[in-house]
């Protein structure tokens, strides 16, 4: 079975200070990784995705992602973190051969970036 | 850019009720996703339709049903609501069910069961 960790509940860090979450993963084969961020109220928002390639993933909002599959894991991150960043994040995963088509979330962690 | 549409935004209802939430993919999407949200909780895959057709099972429970109509939409109906069916329901819809394509979510159906 597919299944994501996020070790974080809450990060907190400094508004122009980089950022990182952390997620790890655990599927048989070669994953899709994904990261969705979550505002208070609205569905879920697509920032980035790694299917194959270059490990070190761009996404939207400055955001991105390093691969790194010996460690199986899939942080994502910032440079400068931005007030407005602050919003529930989730790591999600896919398996290619598990026959799940959907993605398994992680447990989400909440990004608080202070002024 | 349209997106995932869904109805009603607010749903309350009493325990032993049913209820039906509704999804409007994005145009030329065939592919939609039903997840469920518990307070404080990650999005839990309930159940997703490809063309029409059941493509996945996740955690959806026996009270609960859903389909893909001809015009793609999907509803979920529930039945014998319970106060643990409390939660925020969330629609996504991709272009097809290949393991890359990202989803699109909408905003979600907020349901208090009373």
């Known amino acids: 079975a597919q299944s994501v960790a996020q070790p974080e509940d809450q990060v907190n860090v400094a508004e122009g200070n980089p950022l990182t979450v952390k997620c790890t993963y655990s599927?048989?084969?070669?994953?899709?990784l994904f990261w969705y961020v979550q505002y208070p109220n609205r569905g879920l928002q697509f920032l980035l995705k790694?299917?194959?390639?270059?490990?070190l993933v761009k996404g939207s909002y400055g955001f991105e992602a390093e691969f790194n599959k010996s460690q199986t894991s899939f942080h994502l991150k910032k440079p400068s973190a931005l007030v407005s960043d602050s919003a529930l994040y989730f790591c999600?995963?896919?398996?290619?051969?598990?026959?799940?088509?959907?993605?398994?979330f992680g447990s989400g962690t909440r990004l608080q970036v202070q002024p | 850019a349209a997106g995932v549409i869904q109805s009603p935004r607010h749903l309350i209802k009493e325990k032993r009720e049913t209820a039906t939430l509704k999804c409007y993919p994005i145009?030329?999407?065939?592919?939609v996703y039903w997840y469920q949200q518990g307070p404080g909780q990650d999005p839990q895959f309930l159940i997703s339709?490809?063309?029409?057709?059941?493509?996945d099972k996740g955690s959806i429970p026996d009270r609960f049903s859903a389909q893909q109509f001809s015009d793609y939409h999907s509803e979920l109906n529930m039945s014998s609501l319970e106060l643990g069916d409390s939660a925020l329901y969330f629609c996504?819809?991709?272009?097809?069910?290949?393991?890359?394509?990202?989803?699109?979510f909408g905003s979600g159906t907020q349901l208090s069961v009373l």
């Open positions: 996504a819809s991709s272009r097809s069910l290949k393991t890359g394509e990202k989803l699109f």
């Open positions: 790694y299917i194959t390639g270059d490990n």
């Open positions: 999600a995963v896919r398996g290619p051969n598990t026959g799940r088509r959907a993605l398994t």
């Open positions: 145009p030329r999407h065939d592919t």
């Open positions: 339709f490809y063309e029409k057709m059941q493509s």
């Open positions: 599927v048989s084969g070669n994953p899709y």
